[in-house]
């Protein structure tokens, strides 16, 4: 199952297209969950995920780590999938995402080895070393 994790502030306005746009990622995944956290909005966020039937978890700290670590915590999948609540994801992007965790990447996609060496796709590699040259 992927779980797909909407940290939310706020975000009436957003919070549809956002909701619409995972819908539309996920329509060809057998399994998946689709949870909003609300951090304390004083709008209607929390009222429209729940007319659009999205599982709701709310907590009162306005820090989107503490919104995130809650949606991970209600999470069931194997896979957390964070998607800000003004952010329009799509197919690819979950295509995309899973290939990535399958070959070994994990957290925003990049390959990470507790020897401190990063491996990733060839135009890569000498950005990364560049920028962590020690």
């Not at 994790?5 to 399994?31: C, G, H, M, Q, W």
């Not at 306005?62 to 670590?69: D, G, T």
Request: hydrophobic share 50%; with cysteine; net charge negative.
């Amino acid at each position: 199952m992927i779980s797909f994790i909407v940290p939310a502030y706020n975000e009436e306005f957003e919070l549809p297209s956002t909701i619409a746009a995972i819908r539309a990622a996920a329509e060809k995944i057998d399994n998946y969950e689709l949870i909003v956290v609300d951090d304390g909005s004083t709008d209607a966020t929390a009222q429209i995920a729940k007319q659009a039937d999205v599982q709701v978890v709310s907590i009162d700290r306005r820090q989107i780590a503490a919104a995130r670590n809650a949606g991970a915590g209600a999470a069931r999948g194997e896979v957390l999938f964070f998607v800000d609540a003004d952010t329009r994801i799509n197919a690819r992007h979950v295509v995309d995402a899973i290939a990535a965790l399958s070959s070994g990447c994990s957290g925003g996609s990049a390959r990470i080895f507790a020897d401190g060496v990063i491996v990733g796709p060839d135009f890569h590699e000498d950005f990364l070393r560049a920028l962590f040259r020690k």
